[in-house]
């Protein structure tokens, strides 16, 4: 990411927090926020040299939340044992790590710290793609390949949870309504065979998605579904749940500042730069259009 624009991004978030979530925050502390509040993380791929700063991440985030399962029927539980009052029903602030796309280096790399802490995860899975390096990851770096059927069977049961991710990976807005099922619904049917268990959860590729494709994901039997705009959910709440980009490389402030919901201002902030565009477009192509209409007038009254 663009180093400048992420501070920008950094120094809107602390604002964000201290006049809108800081209150917030502390009727969750305090145990007086009635309805739990959940921030889900979303990670691609952990590279080997990553590590050591995922742990940390990890660590951090059994500080300041508890851990969530998103597969517990919608009910938020604390999982783990490092966390204050390990099992027992969340409150507050919890955090769910969710992995998209399924590459290896999450299995080589980030499964042995979400084991060791006892955090669980879940791994969206592009069920064409595994085993290969998918098209839309650039180059042919290792890094990219998608677990094969075997390394996903391999996954612990009890902390790692499989998920869909569709079928091709496509821009779903786009396909058919036909093919829309299909991608659904026939990548949940390829993992239940795989895995043995229900897939319930599904997340939109490249986080595209509409009221089609949320009606086609009840159809396709989903309980849950998954975008990437950075918005705490309140997971009983229905769907779609928001999620948070994180990368390992994610400094102290900056991932502790995502921990906390605080980048939930972005969507706005994207709504607010359609708007100023199309505004601004329509604006102009006035502005042309009359000078268009300007031109043609001189031009006749020259004539």
Request: proline share 7%.
């Amino acid at each position: 990411m663009n180093e400048p624009l992420r501070s920008i991004k950094v120094l809107i978030s602390v604002v964000y927090w201290v006049l809108f979530l800081s209150w917030r925050d502390a009727l969750g502390w305090a145990g007086l926020l009635r309805r739990p509040r959940c921030v889900v993380l979303l990670y691609h791929g952990v590279q080997r040299g990553e590590r050591e700063q995922f742990e940390w991440q990890m660590r951090l985030l059994l500080k300041v939340a508890r851990p969530v399962r998103l597969d517990s029927g919608g009910r938020l539980e604390n999982t783990s044992k490092h966390a204050p009052g390990g099992g027992r029903p969340l409150s507050g602030l919890g955090v769910a790590v969710t992995f998209d796309d399924g590459f290896v280096s999450v299995a080589e790399n980030a499964l042995e710290v979400l084991a060791r802490l006892n955090i669980p995860a879940v791994i969206f899975m592009p069920v064409a793609s595994m085993g290969k390096t998918p098209g839309w990851c650039a180059g042919p770096d290792s890094d990219k390949r998608i677990m094969t059927e075997e390394q996903l069977k391999a996954l612990p049961a009890d902390l790692i949870s499989i998920a869909s991710h569709s079928i091709t990976h496509p821009h779903l807005p786009e396909v058919d309504s036909d093919t829309l099922i299909w991608e659904m619904t026939h990548s949940r049917e390829r993992l239940e065979a795989m895995t043995g268990k229900p897939v319930r959860l599904f997340s939109y590729p490249f986080g595209e998605w509409s009221s089609r494709e949320e009606r086609a994901a009840r159809e396709a039997g989903y309980e849950k579904t998954f975008t990437i705009e950075p918005v705490p959910s309140l997971l009983d709440a229905g769907s779609p749940v928001g999620r948070v980009c994180v990368e390992p490389g994610d400094g102290p402030i900056e991932f502790r500042l995502k921990l906390l919901g605080a980048y939930r201002w972005m969507p706005w902030a994207s709504l607010l730069k359609r708007v100023l565009k199309k505004n601004a477009a329509a604006l102009f192509g006035r502005q042309e259009q009359a000078l268009l209409d300007g031109k043609v007038t001189r031009t006749a009254s020259d004539g």
